[in-house]
């Protein structure tokens, strides 16, 4: 029986040009908005340093500006490290095991990640909604929590959908080795 070709975990976005990949969408709008959060963060840093020792003035505030981008830093490039396959993995037995036998594991992998990830994504969608109106903003900038608490949710969920995809459809290349 011939496997369904979902086009979700090619690294272009196909011969025939039509169409994008998901990892070409995930690219160009998570990885555009990662590297726009990388940026802000490298500028705030750089001056509040250049404020704090050679004007002493540090920038007001940087601490928690720092806090609030990496955190959406995090959560934005979390479903991009999903797609990937660029999470953490531990695999002692691979090499040992016939390749079915790691597809199955691979197969249960990807839905017990994608359950996790969806009940992460509902506990902070409920969190941020409570913030929401709640009205909770930091400290001393006032930056409101709950639109990083939807972004962290929306991420996971997104993370979800790709780790689901992958458990119902595994990758071919589920021996260890890279495609």
């Known amino acids: 029986m011939a496997r369904p070709n979902f086009r979700f975990f090619s690294a272009g976005g196909g011969t025939s040009g039509q169409g994008a990949s998901l990892r070409r ?3 160009v709008s998570l990885g555009l ?6 940026g802000c963060l490298i500028l705030i840093t750089c001056v509040d340093v250049v404020g704090r020792y050679i004007f002493d003035r540090p920038l007001s505030g940087a601490f928690e500006l720092t806090e609030m981008i990496l955190a959406a830093l995090v959560f934005l490039a979390l479903p991009l490290t999903t ?6 993995e531990v695999d002692i037995l691979g090499a040992l095991l016939p390749a079915r036998t790691n597809r199955w594991l691979v197969a249960f992998a990807g839905l017990f990640s994608a359950a996790l990830l969806a009940t992460l994504a509902w506990r902070l969608g409920a969190h941020a909604l409570g913030a ?34 992958r458990g119902v459809v595994p990758p071919d290349h589920c021996d260890g080795k890279e495609p």
């Open 132 to 165: 929401a109106q709640d009205g909770a903003v930091t400290n001393a900038l006032s930056i409101p929590y709950a639109p990083f608490g939807f972004l962290a949710s929306f991420s996971c969920l997104v993370s979800a959908v790709i780790a689901l995809l």
């Open 83 to 88: 797609e990937r396959r660029e999470h953490i």
């Open 25 to 27: 969408v995930l690219d």
């Open 33 to 38: 908005a990662a590297s726009l959060a990388l």
